[in-house]
């Protein structure tokens, strides 16, 4: 196993370089100069001149020790992305807005993969009944509505109208406060999609024979759904499940911006906006790193929860 | 229910590290809420030229002179300086004496973390950082060519590595400090806009040396300045807190205001020490619908009117609604010194020498309706480009006729410049400044309207960037865009025509007129008189006769005030006016009782 896991950490560096090597080009070559833009109106040849040497853009692109690739690939390894385009340290900002966002993320996504998976047991048990067609309904209308809409709604109602929650971010509030909302309307605009695909999931498995036999031994239905169905089920979960949690760092646009999170979502779409390379960069960069690393532990996760797969 | 929520507070705590509540308000601390609808981008007054950065800072960073709060037309007074600036007769010297007694804020970049007193040489020190070209300041553009030795400062700085190697005390024969408290000023040419540009203005604010030595490149999240306040809390993307600064010297609020302040209560704090408030507070809030929200519930104490919003807040006779009085909210209006246009490349092929093209475009552009339906009939529209806040503003400029909507001209025109062209007119192009909603319905607004007459057009929404670097390159054909004037002179517009300004200059049109030139080189080096007043109104039409943009509206500002918020009376040019506002506490704890009845 740890041969496994070692040979899967080794074939993540050329997958990391390449991440590396792909913002590099797409940012340097195809997104062109942004001195200009940095620089701003009424800017002398000479300022437009300075931001280049600033930021290092006067320096060759590849062929040189102290090359612009060079640079940003030595700034990756050692986590030291620079400063952002409001000259604050590109790092300090992402540290700030992790927190947030997970606030935010984490326990909207556990929210919605255990009521979401509860539920389309439960769905999945009592299949081809009213109850069934009207989940599958609900939840088809559910994914219909934007989740804007959701956004609007819930804040209007729940926060404004009805007084339940904080409209948004108050420097008095506590986080639990001001994120309870929007974790709640992050929950309700997941369930739609996730129980229709944990449902289709446990379908497959409440076909088998071995489900049969359980109930035909006399096992009671919670038994038989959440010990035996759920745990040979776990390998399509565990892919969807495992290879969302890197995500999670990327926070959610919409609900940060509604509820005056500060988390990182909201940072990654301003960078773009405003073509915050080096917010964008970092952002991607340690994306990926989570991303191969969750790849590794689903890999793993596999042969824990199914003997039959095994790490040769 | 409350189970899930005990629960989901206890992992949120687990999550995200909370550092706990923090202590709820004093109900006897007057605290401003303010509501900014975009983050700022740093705190350091050299490097800073957006409008939000300027709103916060502003409270914090004095400048030399300032406008008065309350008279109109505006007019400037000393702030940090000690008396309007003596001027030579040549106009080329200004020699300003510096207040006594005014300290920096306390912090740890000075020894024994006590601020120490402001000096004429925090001045020099202020225009030099802007000059030094390691530092890159956008506001150099306004010292570039007219204080004797400062372009040569910048140019030493160009021979310099690195920010730090640059050495302040080297000499700039312009900039004098005889002693501590008098600052002398030689100019290459005359300046008249000089003290309303450069020292009403927070980029020259004082900064210490000090602080920009201890922080670095941090010193724009460290603001160390003499303002009535100093920061508290800078949660960045999320809020910003500022308190009292215990150094400030205070600031009697003014005596005298215009007709109608009295009557209007602006006057009822007159003579009284500022500020009045304990602590400003800014909650960052970029979309509309929370911050109407929260207006509405008294979390702040002032608002703008959303679009989607308006008909719940306002009549259409421009009044409050019964709902908004039923609150007691009050309604302000000012005229902004803005301009927004549809702007044409003169050195586009098919544009530039195709007069009657674009004065087709221009007459095909139906601004009554424009206003309607874009701004709920706010905005007004732009006869000329001259504001009309503006005291050049010439008021007979709708009878000229250059923004009327005549469709029908507009075709003749149409043929007359495609015999111009020979033949068939390209399919024009128009970029818009970003690809959100209001720009698309912008955009297929004026695309309509263009069609109508006979147009082929094509508009390309591109992010602000991409659109910046084009005009700046001048490589777009018709381009939105809009024009906000920093200080109540007309010239700030006018130098938009002036050919040496062009792109990345303020002239994106590319503009050339010989005439034009001649005069605008005549009138920079002139004060305020009625002849230049003549000049710039004969300036305007100059520029408007030729068609380098379509000129569309001016905007007005609407802002919805609680009634506990007081001094709150619009300006159009300063910004650290939370120094004069106030709160009556008891005023807004009512308002908490009158909301259960509202509801």
Redesign the interface.
């Known amino acids: 196993m740890t041969t496994y896991i070692i040979r899967r950490l080794l074939y993540t560096i050329p997958i990391v370089f390449g991440v590396l090597l792909l913002t590099f080009v797409l940012f340097s070559l195809v997104g062109?100069d942004?001195s200009?833009?940095?620089?701003?109106?009424?800017?002398?040849p000479?300022?437009i001149n300075?931001?280049r040497e600033?930021y290092g853009l006067n320096k060759p692109l590849f062929l040189s020790w102290d090359s612009q690739f060079i640079n940003h690939f030595k700034s990756a390894l050692t986590f030291d992305f620079g400063?952002a385009r409001?000259?604050?340290p590109v790092i300090d900002?992402i540290k700030?807005?992790a927190?947030?966002s997970?606030?935010l993320m984490?326990?909207m996504f556990?929210?919605e993969v255990i009521i979401s998976i509860s539920i389309a047991l439960i769905i999945a048990f009592v299949r081809g009944s009213k109850w069934d067609i009207l989940a599958v309904v609900i939840c088809v209308a559910g994914m219909s509505v934007p989740y804007l809409s959701f956004i609007?709604f819930g804040?209007?109602f729940l926060?404004?109208k009805w007084g339940l929650f904080p409209?948004?971010?108050?420097?008095?509030?506590?986080?639990?406060?001001y994120?309870?909302l929007p974790?709640l309307i992050g929950i309700i605009t997941g369930l739609g999609g996730n129980v229709r695909f944990y449902r289709t999931v446990m379908l497959d498995e409440m076909r088998s024979d071995y489900v049969r036999t359980a109930f035909a031994k006399g096992l009671g239905t919670g038994r038989v759904l959440f010990k035996h169905v759920l745990k040979n089920a776990m390998i399509p979960i565990i892919t969807q499940v495992v290879m969302a949690i890197p995500f999670l760092f990327l926070g959610s646009l919409l609900l940060e911006?509604?509820?005056?999170i500060?988390g990182l979502g909201?940072?990654m779409i301003?960078a773009i906006?405003?073509?915050d390379y080096f917010i964008i960069n970092a952002m991607t960069y340690i994306s990926a790193i989570l991303f191969v690393i969750f790849n590794v532990i689903t890999d793993i996760c596999y042969a824990w929860v199914d003997p039959r797969v095994s790490f040769e | 229910m409350k189970f899930v929520i005990v629960s989901l507070s206890v992992l949120f705590l687990l999550v995200a590290g909370c550092d706990g509540s923090r202590s709820a308000n004093d109900p006897n601390e007057m605290v401003l809420y303010h509501v900014l609808y975009t983050k700022i981008k740093g705190l350091d007054p050299g490097d800073m030229r957006d409008v939000y950065s300027m709103m916060v800072a502003s409270q914090m960073f004095e400048q030399l002179y300032q406008y008065h709060f309350l008279k109109r037309p505006y007019e400037i007074v000393p702030l940090l300086a000690d008396g309007m600036p003596q001027v030579s007769d040549d106009m080329l010297t200004y020699t300003i004496k510096i207040k006594r007694g005014v300290y920096f804020q306390d912090d740890k970049c000075f020894p024994n973390g006590k601020g120490r007193e402001l000096k004429a040489g925090d001045f020099v020190y202020a225009i030099k950082r802007i000059a030094n070209i390691k530092y890159l300041s956008p506001n150099w553009s306004m010292f570039d060519n007219k204080i004797i030795g400062l372009d040569e400062f910048r140019e030493y700085t160009k021979s310099c590595k690195k920010l730090e190697d640059v050495d302040f005390s080297r000499a700039v024969e312009g900039l004098q400090r005889p002693d501590d408290y008098t600052l002398v000023i030689k100019l290459k040419k005359p300046w008249p806009q000089m003290v309303a540009t450069a020292f009403a203005d927070i980029s020259t604010s004082p900064i210490a040396k000090e602080a920009v030595d201890f922080y670095g490149k941090g010193i724009t999240g460290h603001p160390v300045g003499t303002g009535p306040y100093k920061l508290g809390v800078w949660n960045r993307g999320s809020y910003i807190e500022l308190v009292r600064n215990p150094n400030f010297r205070g600031e009697l609020y003014p005596s005298e205001g215009e007709e109608g302040d009295a009557e209007a209560g602006y006057l009822d704090d007159a003579g009284k020490m500022m500020p009045f408030a304990d602590k400003v507070v800014w909650t960052i809030i970029e979309e509309y619908q929370p911050g109407w929200f929260l207006f509405l519930q008294g979390k702040t104490d002032a608002s703008v009117i959303p679009k989607d919003n308006f008909d719940e807040a306002i009549t259409q006779n421009s009044e409050l609604t019964p709902a908004m009085k039923q609150r007691n909210v009050h309604l302000k209006t000012f005229d902004d010194p803005s301009t927004f246009f549809l702007g044409f490349n003169m050195l586009d092929p098919v544009l530039g020498k195709n007069k009657p093209l674009r004065k087709a475009i221009s007459l095909a552009i139906d601004r009554q309706k424009f206003i309607e339906l874009f701004t709920n009939g706010r905005d007004k529209i732009a006869y000329g480009f001259v504001p009309l806040i503006m005291d050049s503003y010439d008021p007979n400029i709708k009878d000229k006729g250059y923004a009327r909507y005549d469709p029908n001209e507009s075709r003749k025109l149409l043929a007359e410049a495609e015999k111009i062209y020979g033949g068939k007119l390209p399919v024009l192009k128009i970029a818009m400044p970003g690809a959100d909603t209001f720009s698309r319905q912008y955009g297929q607004f004026i695309e309509r309207q263009l069609k109508e007459v006979g147009f082929q057009i094509e508009l390309e929404f591109m992010d602000w960037p991409t659109y910046l670097g084009k005009l700046n390159t001048r490589s777009l054909q018709i381009f939105a865009s809009g024009w906000s004037g920093s200080i109540p002179d007309a010239q700030d517009f006018l130098q938009s025509f002036y050919s040496k300004y062009w792109a990345p200059g303020s002239n994106s049109y590319n503009y050339l007129n010989p005439e034009f030139d001649k005069l605008y080189e005549k009138v920079e080096v002139m004060q305020d008189c009625p002849e230049r007043r003549k000049l710039y109104r004969q300036m305007e039409l100059m520029v408007l006769e030729d068609y380098p943009a379509a000129f569309i509206n001016h905007r007005v500002a609407y802002a919805l005030v609680h009634d506990w918020y007081k001094n709150y009376k619009p300006h159009a040019f300063a910004y650290g006016l939370s120094k004069y506002r106030r709160v009556d506490l008891a005023k807004r704890a009512a308002y908490k009782e009158l909301l259960k009845t509202i509801k």
Do not use: M
């Not at chain 1, 409209?167 to 406060?177: A, K």
């Open positions: 062109g942004i200009i833009e940095i620089a701003g109106k009424n800017a002398t000479e300022t300075e931001i600033e400063r409001d000259r604050e900002k700030r807005g927190g947030p997970l606030a984490v326990p556990l929210g609007l804040q209007y926060a404004y409209v948004f971010f108050s420097p008095d509030l506590i986080i639990p406060q994120v309870v974790v911006r509604f509820f005056g500060p909201y940072l301003e906006g405003s073509r």
